[in-house]
């Protein structure tokens, strides 16, 4: 299974922009950590997600 | 002379940095124009599929941001938002909050010099947010923060200038902008740090609270204008006993 923002899914196998995409998240307004490390924008595309992986998708709200 | 803030060799004319908390994001545009804010903060929290508003998108344009690292519990953990909040690609600076009492929100001094000397070495523009201590206000200054954010009262209290006593000395004595955060509730407050010689003011709860949000943000844009004017002036000295008549003492009427 993948942890993506605390939830087990199982999307081993799939393209991490890809899936970003079909989730409903905006690639581009987002920041995502696979594993503990910043993946850069424009190489969302070129990372398949792998089993056990543990991702986190952000965005910036409101806060002091 | 243009009298300006800098900030990591960005100037501001704008004193004021505002919270952009507890809001509605369709206030935030009218707030930051009518409060004159050039800096805003944000928070970096896990994105929901089912949303569709973004608040990037309410941020009027040349506003500076400056993501704060709430959450974090320990410096490790604020390195890790001030990273990503960078990879969002808004800029460098980052407002380092870190905490551990839920009660009073009191930030970490002690982990916040250690993510501050980190994360300036990085090259991201520190402003730590801390506990007013003049010592850990020089290991900030040492470690590369940009400038020093003490707090005046508890997070959200809105309670104004408690530790305006230690706030004076960090003042006096830190070659550095400090910039009173957290606990100012109201225009008269913020006037107040203003004159004692803050460089500026963050709030966010005193206007995200208040009865209408961008005209308090204007009203704390005003005192903060007239609290930074005075201290530019030069106060009216204080006797130290008596009175001194402002009227001329002579040709009374009899």
């Known amino acids: 299974m993948v942890r993506i923002n605390g939830e087990e899914k199982a999307i081993a196998g799939r393209n991490l922009l890809e899936y970003l995409k079909t989730s409903g998240f905006e690639p581009d307004k987002v920041v995502v950590e696979r594993n503990l490390e910043i993946v850069p924008r424009d190489e969302l595309g070129n990372v398949t997600i792998q089993e056990e992986d543990s991702i986190e998708v952000l965005r910036f709200v409101g806060g002091g | 002379m243009e009298d300006k803030l800098i900030l990591g060799g960005k100037e501001f004319k704008s004193r004021f940095i505002l919270g952009s908390g507890k809001y509605n994001l369709n206030l935030i545009k009218a707030a930051v124009e009518q409060g004159g804010a050039e800096i805003i903060t944000l928070a970096l929290r896990r994105a929901n599929t089912s949303e569709s508003e973004n608040i990037l998108d309410y941020i009027p344009k040349g506003v500076t941001l400056l993501p704060n690292t709430s959450g974090a519990r320990n410096a490790e953990e604020a390195v890790r938002i001030a990273r990503l909040s960078r990879a969002m690609g808004c800029g460098d600076f980052v407002k380092i909050e870190i905490m551990r009492d839920a009660k009073y929100l009191f930030p ?147």
Not at chain 2, 123 to 151: C, I, K
Not at chain 2, 154 to 177: C, F, H, R, V
Not at chain 2, 225 to 238: E, F, P, S
């Open chain 2, 108 to 254: 970490d001094n002690q982990e916040t010099i250690k993510a501050t000397e980190i994360l300036a070495k990085e090259g991201f523009v520190v402003l730590p947010y801390m506990n007013p201590d003049l010592n850990v206000a020089r290991d900030l200054q040492n470690a590369g923060a940009a400038a020093v954010m003490p707090l005046a009262s508890p997070i959200g209290s809105n309670k104004g200038l408690a530790t305006k006593a230690m706030i004076q000395i960090l003042i006096d004595e830190i070659d550095l902008p400090i910039i009173v955060d957290a606990g100012i509730g109201k225009p008269s407050q913020a006037c107040e740090a203003m004159e004692m010689g803050a460089a500026a003011i963050m709030a966010n709860t005193a206007i995200a609270t208040a009865g209408n949000i961008p005209d308090m943000a204007e009203a704390f844009k005003l005192a903060i204008q007239a609290g930074r004017k005075a201290y530019l002036t030069g106060m009216g000295r204080v006797l130290a006993r008596g009175g001194s008549a402002s009227d001329p003492l002579t040709g009374f009427l009899r």
